[in-house]
């Protein structure tokens, strides 16, 4: 059974840091292409970062600059930090695992940026 299991996320001011964690078991995580989705209240779930299973990075607009994504495939563990925390990066944030033949999802974790 696949399980995705995300943490790291909580309440932080404008212009602060988190580091999101997402653990899979129940794959072959290295040939699993990973990505970070988030949505918002309202809106619909959008792509935030995703890393090819080789570690290549490819990061929304609105992202680039302020998050990384990583992955440590000895950890089975892919990682966002997020720097520069904007108010409009209020979301909760999921974990993605993008197969040949299907994807899976975490449970997702809330990110609130607010003073």
């Known amino acids: 059974q696949v399980h995705l299991v995300e943490s790291g996320g909580g309440l932080v001011q404008p212009g602060g840091s988190l580091r999101l964690s997402c653990a899979a078991s129940?794959?072959?995580?290295?040939?699993?292409?990973m990505g970070w989705y988030r949505q918002a209240p309202g809106k619909q779930r959008e792509l935030v970062a995703a890393?090819?299973?080789?570690?290549?990075?490819n990061y929304a607009d609105s992202v680039k600059g302020r998050f990384t994504i990583s992955r440590d495939n000895a950890k089975n563990t892919v990682y966002l930090q997020m720097n520069s925390l904007k108010p409009e990066d209020t979301a909760v944030y999921y974990c993605?695992?993008?197969?040949?033949?299907?994807?899976?999802w975490g449970q997702g974790t809330q990110v609130t940026v607010s003073s």
């Open positions: 993605n695992a993008h197969g040949v033949r299907r994807d899976y």
């Open positions: 890393i090819t299973s080789g570690g290549i990075p």
């Open positions: 129940g794959i072959v995580f290295s040939l699993y292409a």
